[in-house]
Protein backbone atom coordinates (compact mmCIF):
# COMPACT_ATOMS: atom_id res chain seq x y z
CA UNK A 1 0.00 0.00 0.00
CA UNK A 2 1.24 3.12 -0.64
CA UNK A 3 2.01 5.44 2.33
CA UNK A 4 1.77 9.01 0.16
CA UNK A 5 -0.18 8.98 -2.65
CA UNK A 6 -0.88 12.22 -5.02
CA UNK A 7 -2.58 12.48 -8.48
CA UNK A 8 -2.17 13.00 -10.56
CA UNK A 9 1.16 11.83 -11.26
CA UNK A 10 1.86 14.59 -14.85
CA UNK A 11 -0.36 17.39 -15.45
CA UNK A 12 0.35 19.64 -18.25
CA UNK A 13 -2.33 22.68 -18.98
CA UNK A 14 -1.91 25.84 -20.49
CA UNK A 15 -1.34 29.41 -18.67
CA UNK A 16 -4.15 30.84 -17.49
CA UNK A 17 -5.72 27.73 -15.96
CA UNK A 18 -6.78 26.41 -12.84
CA UNK A 19 -5.85 22.92 -11.57
CA UNK A 20 -5.68 20.94 -8.62
CA UNK A 21 -3.12 18.19 -7.15
CA UNK A 22 -4.71 15.73 -4.49
CA UNK A 23 -2.54 14.28 -1.65
CA UNK A 24 -3.75 11.37 1.03
CA UNK A 25 -1.65 9.69 3.21
CA UNK A 26 -2.77 6.27 5.41
CA UNK A 27 -0.09 6.55 7.84
CA UNK A 28 -2.00 8.13 10.42
CA UNK A 29 -0.12 10.94 10.45
CA UNK A 30 -1.11 14.21 11.76
CA UNK A 31 0.91 16.28 9.69
CA UNK A 32 1.12 16.96 6.14
CA UNK A 33 3.33 19.65 3.76
CA UNK A 34 3.58 21.07 -0.06
CA UNK A 35 6.41 21.18 -1.10
CA UNK A 36 7.90 22.71 -4.65
CA UNK A 37 11.15 21.57 -6.50
CA UNK A 38 12.16 23.56 -9.12
CA UNK A 39 14.41 22.67 -12.52
CA UNK A 40 17.75 23.12 -10.27
CA UNK A 41 16.12 20.65 -7.33
CA UNK A 42 15.91 22.75 -4.56
CA UNK A 43 12.98 21.83 -2.59
CA UNK A 44 10.90 24.58 -0.79
CA UNK A 45 8.24 24.51 1.57
CA UNK A 46 4.80 25.96 0.61
CA UNK A 47 2.56 24.77 3.39
CA UNK A 48 1.91 22.91 6.28
CA UNK A 49 -0.80 21.44 7.93
CA UNK A 50 -1.18 19.79 11.33
CA UNK A 51 -4.38 18.22 11.69
CA UNK A 52 -6.46 19.76 9.29
CA UNK A 53 -5.19 23.22 10.36
CA UNK A 54 -2.76 25.57 8.61
CA UNK A 55 0.27 26.11 10.51
CA UNK A 56 3.02 27.19 8.03
CA UNK A 57 2.28 29.28 4.95
CA UNK A 58 5.64 30.81 3.37
CA UNK A 59 6.20 33.29 1.16
CA UNK A 60 3.52 31.56 -1.80
CA UNK A 61 1.20 33.66 -3.99
CA UNK A 62 -2.02 33.48 -3.17
CA UNK A 63 -3.08 31.87 -6.38
CA UNK A 64 -2.11 28.67 -4.57
CA UNK A 65 -5.04 27.62 -1.69
CA UNK A 66 -4.19 24.46 0.41
CA UNK A 67 -7.17 22.63 1.79
CA UNK A 68 -7.23 19.67 4.05
CA UNK A 69 -11.02 18.32 4.95
CA UNK A 70 -9.32 15.47 7.38
CA UNK A 71 -5.64 15.03 8.79
CA UNK A 72 -4.93 12.27 6.33
CA UNK A 73 -5.64 14.67 2.78
CA UNK A 74 -4.21 17.70 1.56
CA UNK A 75 -5.09 18.94 -1.69
CA UNK A 76 -3.36 22.07 -3.66
CA UNK A 77 -5.36 24.20 -5.88
CA UNK A 78 -3.90 26.50 -8.24
CA UNK A 79 -5.68 29.68 -9.48
CA UNK A 80 -3.97 30.90 -13.08
CA UNK A 81 -1.47 29.18 -13.31
CA UNK A 82 1.62 30.60 -14.90
CA UNK A 83 4.91 29.38 -16.73
CA UNK A 84 7.28 29.86 -13.06
CA UNK A 85 4.71 27.56 -11.91
CA UNK A 86 6.14 24.61 -13.49
CA UNK A 87 8.09 22.57 -11.00
CA UNK A 88 7.72 18.90 -9.63
CA UNK A 89 5.09 19.17 -6.31
CA UNK A 90 5.90 16.61 -3.49
CA UNK A 91 3.26 16.11 -0.98
CA UNK A 92 4.68 14.50 2.32
CA UNK A 93 3.65 14.03 6.18
CA UNK A 94 5.45 13.42 9.49
CA UNK A 95 3.97 11.72 12.41
CA UNK A 96 3.97 15.58 14.11
CA UNK A 97 5.33 18.95 13.26
CA UNK A 98 8.54 18.87 14.39
CA UNK A 99 11.84 16.61 14.62
CA UNK A 100 10.25 13.71 12.61
CA UNK A 101 10.99 11.99 9.71
CA UNK A 102 9.08 13.38 6.37
CA UNK A 103 7.34 10.51 3.81
CA UNK A 104 7.28 12.17 0.70
CA UNK A 105 4.76 10.75 -2.03
CA UNK A 106 5.88 10.50 -5.94
CA UNK A 107 5.27 13.91 -6.63
CA UNK A 108 3.22 15.68 -9.58
CA UNK A 109 5.01 17.34 -12.06
CA UNK A 110 3.43 20.20 -13.66
CA UNK A 111 3.94 21.61 -17.25
CA UNK A 112 2.66 25.08 -18.24
CA UNK A 113 2.25 25.45 -21.96
CA UNK B 1 15.78 33.30 8.65
CA UNK B 2 17.21 29.72 8.93
CA UNK B 3 19.69 28.87 5.75
CA UNK B 4 21.05 25.47 5.58
CA UNK B 5 24.21 25.37 2.82
CA UNK B 6 25.43 22.05 1.33
CA UNK B 7 28.31 21.67 -0.38
CA UNK B 8 29.20 20.50 -3.01
CA UNK B 9 26.27 20.88 -5.58
CA UNK B 10 27.35 17.85 -7.59
CA UNK B 11 30.44 15.03 -7.58
CA UNK B 12 30.91 12.39 -10.09
CA UNK B 13 33.22 9.80 -9.20
CA UNK B 14 34.31 6.39 -10.41
CA UNK B 15 33.14 3.43 -8.87
CA UNK B 16 34.65 2.29 -5.61
CA UNK B 17 35.91 6.02 -4.60
CA UNK B 18 34.37 7.52 -1.20
CA UNK B 19 31.79 10.53 -1.35
CA UNK B 20 31.31 12.85 1.05
CA UNK B 21 28.96 15.83 1.15
CA UNK B 22 28.87 18.94 3.63
CA UNK B 23 25.90 20.94 5.47
CA UNK B 24 26.46 23.86 7.62
CA UNK B 25 23.53 25.97 9.20
CA UNK B 26 23.48 29.67 10.16
CA UNK B 27 21.80 28.61 13.54
CA UNK B 28 22.50 26.29 16.11
CA UNK B 29 20.12 22.60 14.73
CA UNK B 30 17.96 20.89 17.08
CA UNK B 31 17.93 18.35 14.79
CA UNK B 32 19.60 17.19 11.37
CA UNK B 33 17.94 14.76 8.66
CA UNK B 34 19.53 12.88 5.49
CA UNK B 35 17.24 12.16 2.51
CA UNK B 36 18.37 10.61 -0.90
CA UNK B 37 16.29 11.26 -3.78
CA UNK B 38 17.05 8.75 -6.96
CA UNK B 39 16.42 10.49 -10.65
CA UNK B 40 13.12 10.87 -11.54
CA UNK B 41 12.55 9.69 -7.38
CA UNK B 42 10.90 11.30 -4.40
CA UNK B 43 13.22 12.26 -0.99
CA UNK B 44 13.29 9.20 0.79
CA UNK B 45 14.62 9.33 4.92
CA UNK B 46 17.94 8.23 5.26
CA UNK B 47 18.55 8.98 9.05
CA UNK B 48 18.04 11.61 12.16
CA UNK B 49 20.62 12.92 13.61
CA UNK B 50 19.97 14.50 17.27
CA UNK B 51 23.24 14.96 19.56
CA UNK B 52 26.31 17.11 19.55
CA UNK B 53 28.69 15.01 18.28
CA UNK B 54 26.76 11.96 17.13
CA UNK B 55 27.66 9.43 14.35
CA UNK B 56 25.54 7.02 12.90
CA UNK B 57 26.20 4.12 10.57
CA UNK B 58 24.09 2.08 7.36
CA UNK B 59 26.08 -0.24 5.61
CA UNK B 60 28.63 1.77 3.50
CA UNK B 61 27.44 5.40 4.93
CA UNK B 62 28.85 7.19 7.70
CA UNK B 63 26.43 10.52 9.53
CA UNK B 64 28.08 12.79 11.40
CA UNK B 65 26.46 15.70 13.54
CA UNK B 66 28.92 18.53 14.70
CA UNK B 67 29.62 19.42 18.36
CA UNK B 68 28.01 22.56 17.75
CA UNK B 69 25.21 21.26 15.85
CA UNK B 70 25.51 23.48 12.73
CA UNK B 71 27.06 21.14 10.76
CA UNK B 72 27.08 17.40 9.32
CA UNK B 73 28.08 15.31 6.73
CA UNK B 74 27.55 11.92 5.07
CA UNK B 75 30.30 10.01 3.91
CA UNK B 76 30.10 7.26 1.39
CA UNK B 77 32.55 4.25 1.77
CA UNK B 78 33.06 2.60 -2.01
CA UNK B 79 30.43 4.22 -3.63
CA UNK B 80 28.48 1.65 -6.16
CA UNK B 81 25.74 2.73 -9.42
CA UNK B 82 23.38 2.51 -6.86
CA UNK B 83 24.47 5.50 -4.64
CA UNK B 84 23.21 7.93 -7.80
CA UNK B 85 21.11 10.47 -6.62
CA UNK B 86 20.99 13.84 -5.02
CA UNK B 87 21.57 13.51 -1.35
CA UNK B 88 19.76 16.39 0.83
CA UNK B 89 20.35 17.66 4.48
CA UNK B 90 17.48 19.26 6.10
CA UNK B 91 17.72 21.13 9.58
CA UNK B 92 15.33 22.11 12.11
CA UNK B 93 16.03 24.85 15.21
CA UNK B 94 13.45 24.34 18.06
CA UNK B 95 9.84 24.57 16.49
CA UNK B 96 10.83 25.91 13.08
CA UNK B 97 10.07 24.15 9.98
CA UNK B 98 12.64 21.95 8.41
CA UNK B 99 14.67 23.02 6.27
CA UNK B 100 16.33 21.55 3.44
CA UNK B 101 19.54 21.94 1.30
CA UNK B 102 19.99 22.26 -2.07
CA UNK B 103 21.35 18.97 -2.16
CA UNK B 104 24.63 17.44 -3.71
CA UNK B 105 23.89 15.36 -7.21
CA UNK B 106 26.45 12.06 -7.28
CA UNK B 107 26.89 10.36 -10.44
CA UNK B 108 28.83 6.84 -10.17
CA UNK B 109 30.43 5.87 -13.44
CA UNK B 110 30.84 1.95 -13.32
Known amino acids: DTAVSQTPKYLVTQMGNDKSIKCEQNLGHDTMYWYKQDSKKFLKIMFS???????INETVPNRFSPKSPDKAHLNLHINSLELGDSAVYFC????????????FGDGTRLSIL | GQQVMQIPQYQHVQEGEDFTTYCNSS?????IQWYKQRPGGHPVFLIQ?????EVKKQKRLTFQFGEAKKNSSLHITATQTTDVGTYFC??????????FGKGTMLLVSP
Open chain 2, 27 to 31: TTLSN
Open chain 2, 49 to 53: LVKSG
Open chain 1, 49 to 55: YNNKELI
Open chain 2, 90 to 99: AGQSGYSTLT
Open chain 1, 92 to 103: ASSQVHGNQPQH
